[in-house]
């Protein structure tokens, strides 16, 4: 199984992108997955998740009512949809898929820990 995640780009601070990540190789969907970004000197940092269902999702707070995170069950494909972009947004975005089935809590989605497959990861700047 593959992760590819696309959509990075360059845009002004207040616009918007839309990032996708596609499990290539996944016959089902019962994996939660997430996207997690990681700037310069810093830690990779949980941004957002959704379960396996898509009916549960969580957002990092500095994210929180700027991005949606949606999935397509049928394609294994999740969307990270960026509105209201700050500079401070800049980072390289990565998608996971969780080490472990059918998990919705919190805790478990938000842990980069639990998280074994990565996507190449691909370049957001918001220019001010």
């Known amino acids: 199984v593959q992760l590819q995640a696309s959509g990075g780009g360059l845009v002004q601070a207040g616009g918007s992108l839309r990032l996708s990540c596609t499990a290539r190789g996944r016959m089902h969907s019962r994996y939660a997955m997430a996207w997690f970004r990681q700037s310069p000197g810093k830690e990779r940092e949980f941004v957002a998740a959704i379960n396996g269902n898509g009916d549960t999702t969580y957002y990092a707070d500095s994210v929180k009512d700027r991005f949606t995170i949606s999935r397509d069950t049928a394609k294994n494909t999740i969307d990270l949809l960026m509105n209201a972009l700050k500079p401070e947004d800049t980072a390289v975005y990565y998608c996971?898929?969780?080490?472990?089935?059918?998990?919705?809590?919190?805790?478990?989605?938000?842990?980069?820990?639990?998280?074994?497959?990565w996507g190449q990861g691909t370049q957001v700047t918001v220019s001010s």
């Open positions: 996971g898929e969780h080490d472990r089935l059918d998990r919705s809590d919190s805790f478990s989605l938000r842990s980069r820990n639990e998280y074994d497959l």
